[in-house]
């Protein structure tokens, strides 16, 4: 099954994900959960060819992260280590989309363990600043997804406030003083 592809005739076309939902579901049966995993995360992160990809069917598209939740695996972890970027990555290093880990977070049963652990990836000196503004993109990718604005505007204010710990450097074009950005 692996080693047939199936690529999307449109935007909505359901194929390639029905053909990975398959094969983790498969790999379940078999208790091969390598092969599990990285269908699972290629249906997250909605990694598949299509031969047009329109953005009004993004919606109806899952990520089925209470699948993940459901199962005795660290996502939180998970998700984490597959947004971060590192210099020498394993052979077979799985790189998630922010976006899409973005939208996955904010349907998380532990969104608050994930808002915790990125504001503190954004505020930690010892993280490479690269990696840094990844964690501040995956914060505000979560947080454009979440329905209630009230919510979101008390996000903004924290991640207001973690952004004041990055480098200088980041706010050269606003007077060299760090104030609030203003296309959060």
């Known amino acids: 099954m692996r080693s047939t592809k199936v690529v999307g005739g449109c935007s909505q076309d359901s194929r390639p994900r029905e053909h990975a939902i398959n094969i983790a579901m498969l790999s379940a049966e078999v208790t091969n959960w390598e092969v599990f ?3 699972h995360l290629d249906i997250m992160n909605d990694r ?4 047009s990809d329109g953005s009004y069917a993004y919606a109806q598209r899952k990520t089925y992260i209470k699948e ?6 660290n ?16 052979k077979n290093h799985y790189y998630g989309s922010i976006g899409r880990l973005g939208r996955a977070i904010s ?3 532990n969104k608050e363990d994930f808002k915790t652990q990125i504001l503190s990836m954004v505020e930690d000196k010892e993280l490479d600043n690269y990696n840094r503004i990844l964690a501040y993109f995956l914060f505000v990718s979560y947080n454009n997804y979440l329905d209630n604005k009230d919510e979101q505007n008390e996000n903004i204010k924290q991640l207001e406030t973690s952004i004041m710990t990055l480098p ?3 706010f050269k074009g606003q007077n060299n003083k760090k ?3 203003t296309n959060i």
């Open 179 to 181: 104030k609030k950005p």
């Open 37 to 39: 995993l990285k269908s």
């Open 68 to 73: 993940l939740e459901e199962l005795d695996i």
């Open 75 to 90: 996502v939180l972890d998970l998700l984490i280590g597959i947004s971060l970027r590192v210099e020498n990555p394993a």
């Open 168 to 170: 200088d450097f980041f």
């Open 48 to 51: 598949f060819d299509r031969m």
């Open 107 to 109: 349907e998380s049963k």
